[in-house]
């Protein structure tokens, strides 16, 4: 069983470019979180997508948005990149929703922003 | 609004020794609780949860139980190894699934 991929590794980038990362689920996983972890601190959910929809978002400007396709594979893309847009960018896959289902991180995207 | 305080570290401690990592949560509701490991290089690990009060989540020889009179989660373990250096985070989750994260504890384990 395949657990969770992402991918860009490591992104370095410029102010006001455009990045998107790409996620791919776990094996039957229909729910896909993003995190952004900033160096130092804990992870900040992002937004969630639940079959194909976004399904919660958290503090972030609509500058960052998502997709999901039909595989459950994901995209976190961000627009017009700040500084403080450089952290390490973590997806994470669940069954279903609901907080009893546990969330199977990757391993994330290191994205610097210069 | 939900959050989660856990202690300032990094925290270092001899191999064998007994380790906690004090944790308190502030939520509206009735969340869950978790643990979360950071090892180098890897990607965040589900290390142990509880879902109720007075519920103890226990995983490789670690423990925290949920305790709702004093909002708290704290990590334990009776003897520590090298290979638990990591970073902990204590989080949690009520119904609508969003993981809130505390600051996380880097933990060394010395030889």
């Known amino acids: 069983e395949t657990g969770v991929t992402q991918s860009p590794t490591h992104l370095i980038k410029t102010r006001g470019q455009q990045v998107t990362l790409r996620c791919s689920s776990q094996?039957?996983?229909?729910?896909v979180s993003w995190y952004q972890q900033a160096l130092g601190q804990g992870p900040q959910f992002i937004f969630q997508?639940?079959?194909?929809?976004?399904?919660g978002r958290g503090n972030f400007p609509p500058r960052f948005s998502g997709l999901q396709f039909p595989n459950y594979s994901s995209e976190l893309n961000v627009n017009a990149l700040e500084l403080d847009d450089s952290a390490l960018y973590l997806c994470?896959?669940?069954?279903?929703?609901?907080?009893?289902?546990?969330?199977?991180f990757g391993p994330g995207t290191r994205l610097t922003v210069l | 609004g939900n959050s989660v305080t856990q202690m300032e570290g990094p925290v270092t401690l001899s191999e064998e020794a007994f380790l906690t990592i004090n944790c308190t949560y502030t939520?509206?509701?009735?969340?869950?609780l978790f643990w979360y490991v950071q090892y180098p290089g890897e990607g965040l690990q589900l290390l142990l949860k509880?879902?109720?009060?007075?519920d103890k989540g226990s995983n490789k020889g670690f423990e925290a139980t949920y305790r709702k009179e004093t909002t708290s989660f704290h990590l334990e373990k009776g003897s520590v190894q090298v290979s638990d250096s990591a970073v902990y985070f204590c989080?949690?989750?009520?119904?609508?699934?969003?993981?809130?994260f505390g600051k996380g504890t880097r933990l060394h384990i010395l030889p």
């Open positions: 994470a896959s669940s069954l279903a929703t609901g907080s009893y289902n546990e969330q199977f």
């Open positions: 094996s039957g996983h229909n729910t």
């Open positions: 997508y639940y079959r194909e929809e976004e399904n």
């Open positions: 939520a509206t509701g009735y969340p869950s």
């Open positions: 509880a879902t109720k009060a007075d």
């Open positions: 989080a949690l989750s009520e119904r609508d699934d969003k993981i809130i």
